[in-house]
């Protein structure tokens, strides 16, 4: 449905990407208003079918605002239910209205072979995929048992979906996804991955090769990064786990074909990086995003409180075989798609072929994830947390504090120290361990991140700081 | 479906009690033996639909034992989900086995006008009562929203739903639901009343007022009781909002014809029976239920902390209007039996008029609770807590203390006083109330609880001990 206009705008369905941008702010803007006035009620099981729709005439309504494109109608789809899972997520709903509709949304050209348009926030927190009517059809299916789902597997890896929405426009219906932004673009990504456990056909294509952090997939990573990617053994379990509730649940919904997102951060890598680039042109150092949109961190949290959080851009701490110290940002995507051509949607009585093969890609998905990609290493991958003065609490930095290498981990005490939210860095003088180096106050500096292939952050306020001391 | 036999024992459907109790406790031992051997997994939306089945041949099987009565099919009906219920209500399997079937079932006498049977476990927990087929059936389709509600409404007075099996024998299906006993047969309720919110034909009828302790409605509440019951802001404010989300659960499955169940406890009325009786036959005072299992109290704990629990059997602290202290027990009940005549099955899609029916049923019912039954008061209905040497952690007994009536309370605490846990009674010293009697020693003779209507609880473990000392 994808295409570019002469004036070489991009185009989805006969609509300018301008047009269909405009649309989403103003229909969001009116659907979250409306929502807000409506008294806080429980979910019912009614609400996940529900379509509200609103027409946009362009010389404005009683409801609307006039506004400089051609009318069009907008529909939210269970609008009650999605409140809620916004909820749950810990999005206000004042914070998604601005974030989605108050600030310019950044069209993404890397949409791969899906012939999707996507657009970001400009806060980053926001992804806004136009998704085919058979998704979105699959998606109101699946909203029950994504409720479940949500409320008995709260580190759940599935995506976070804030909304589903249709344009209707030039006689056209445009449906539209509201979704998380796992990788954020204010931490940069060495290396990219989407595994789905398989081994046909899954090379990353020389056209993808040719991009900036290019993304690869599984016989790449098998290739690459054969010895996998090293987890603290609490971590590991919990991902597992995590991981497994997630595939038992798309199985049951004979879901296939998803894959695992997997975006890492490499911070020794960046720490060389920082050092060679900081006298070309300052410092550079990722932010940090707000902790309240991520994701993976929270999925490694257990509830037998086995692991801490520790970094909040939403990483799980990791090694590679390098020893090199890891931020591995993960999610399950493509949940919607595999129900674009081949499947019929959900029915509680389906044939046995279609019923052993989701079974078959979600145990080979599981075991691919649990034995290849993520291997358990004794010991602790740790870090410590401190603030800057007078920094917004529930944003602190994080400082990457020197491990002892394995076997020389005697005086290393067994679980991280936290010295959240305390008001200076010199906190820090508190710790007990006296391998902090004495230059972290460069880390004080603003810096800029930047990264060709995703939007330029400038926020500026919050930087992750890493301060290295090698043995 | 009711009958006696020549022996004088109750049949229903053909099968004697004391055989449809032994398939009971073999049925449930099994299922839930059997389900403890499968890992634990979250709820998936197609375990609603699941049943299980299984064969009880009198002469045994390698899956089932021998046994004296005729064989038998015993179906367990979404195991998977009513596992996760009795998790989320706090009822750990074993017990659950243990209550049921390692001790006897009691039948109860006074099952009203349904033609049900009812069962009450010997721990006075559980209440197994017969279901008709389109009640059992609706029960089904109202799991997902039932679902639903357990989780956002945590405080709801709707029945506590613990499994739904059926006993085939004798070719006719037996349906059971095991649900929580609203009133604990340890306390002695003064009053009890059926509430709708109607008025037409609501007072107990001439049989029913022959009875030890009638269950009153509608018209008998608004002339014996017409100034209602008077409860705290923050109590009577959480207790009417739960009447309310419970009521658009109930509306929104066009249920009607339900009804609150209200039980009190008058405790100054039992402290007089006490000093009367104690001369006659020893202290009387009724046995404190295990606070796991009680429903009305944790509905008035409200999220935002208002209200802090107080009685360990699941009484709200309320008053009459002479000033009496009550506790009331409350639930809503009678959800399933609407739908055994009148209605069809829920559909998403139904007349009008059946829509506006449970609405306007539901509307009435909310106001007759929130106006009529329960009142607000201002200041405090406060008790302290305290235990006995040696007693068990979670079952402190109840003292209540003595309140200044309104007008007179300068001096009291604004909030409720909590000696909750301390070993011995001699704690009460430190309360800085010096209205405390110096007679609570008493409280600690093992004492025992008559009532005629229900079975004699005697644990005699622990007791609610009342000092009251008048003004």
Redesign the interface.
């Known amino acids: 449905h994808r295409g570019v206009d002469p004036t070489g705008e991009t185009v989805y369905k006969k609509t300018t990407s301008s047009t269909l941008k405009a649309a989403i702010q103003l229909g969001i803007t009116h659907t979250v208003g409306s929502l807000n006035q409506k008294p806080e009620?429980?979910?019912?099981?009614?609400d996940f079918?529900v379509v509200e729709s609103i027409f946009f005439p362009c010389e404005g309504s009683n409801l609307t605002p006039g506004h400089h494109y051609g009318d069009f109608r907008f529909k939210t789809y269970a609008p009650i239910a999605f409140r809620?899972f916004r909820e749950m997520f810990g999005i206000r709903p004042d914070d998604y209205m601005y974030s989605l509709c108050n600030e310019p949304l950044i069209e993404l050209s890397s949409s791969g072979a899906s012939g999707s348009l996507f657009y970001l926030s400009s806060d980053d927190e926001f992804i806004v995929k136009t998704v085919q009517h058979k998704e979105a059809e699959f998606l109101q299916k699946l909203l029950?048992?994504y409720?479940?789902?949500l409320?008995?597997?709260k580190r759940t890896l599935l995506p976070k979906f804030y909304g589903l929405y249709c344009v209707q426009a030039a006689g056209k219906n445009i449906r539209i996804v509201v979704m998380n932004n796992l990788l954020p673009s204010s931490v940069r990504m060495h290396v990219k991955f989407d595994l789905k456990g398989s081994t046909h056909k899954r090379r990353a294509n020389p056209k993808e090769r040719e991009k900036a952090v290019p993304t690869f997939k599984d016989l790449d990573f098998m290739q690459d990064m054969s010895d996998g990617l090293f987890l603290e053994a609490d971590t590991h379990n919990a991902v597992c786990k995590t991981i497994q509730?997630d595939c038992?649940?798309l199985q049951?919904f004979k879901i296939m074909d998803y894959s695992l997102l997997v975006g890492i951060h490499n911070l020794d890598q960046a720490c060389r990086e920082q050092n060679t680039e900081a006298a070309a042109e300052g410092a550079m150092r990722p932010q940090v995003q707000k902790s309240l949109y991520s994701t993976a961190i929270e999925a490694i949290q257990t509830e037998t409180g086995g692991v801490e959080p520790v970094d909040q851009t939403g990483g799980i701490p990791a090694r590679n075989s390098k020893g090199e110290r890891l931020l591995v940002y993960i999610g399950i995507i493509d949940i919607l798609q595999s129900y674009r051509f081949e499947h019929k949607p959900f029915l509680?009585t389906q044939d046995t072929v279609s019923v052993h093969r989701p079974s078959f890609y979600a145990e080979r998905f599981q075991k691919f994830m649990s034995n290849v990609v993520f291997k358990k290493v004794p010991g602790k991958v740790y870090f410590i947390l401190f603030s800057h003065p007078g920094i917004q609490s529930g944003r602190p930095d994080l400082l990457l504090q020197s491990l002892p290498h394995s076997g020389s981990a005697v005086n290393t005490p067994t679980t991280p120290t936290f010295l959240s939210l305390t008001p200076t860095i010199h906190t820090l003088s508190h710790s007990q361990d006296t391998s902090m180096s004495e230059g972290e106050g460069g880390s004080e500096t603003p810096s800029r991140h930047h990264d060709s292939s995703t939007p330029q952050r400038l926020d500026g306020a919050f930087h992750l700081g890493l301060i290295i001391k090698s043995k």
Chains 1, 2 share one sequence.
């Open positions: 009620r429980d979910v019912l099981l009614q079918e809620y029950p048992g409720f479940m789902n409320n008995q597997n509730r038992l649940l049951s509680p």
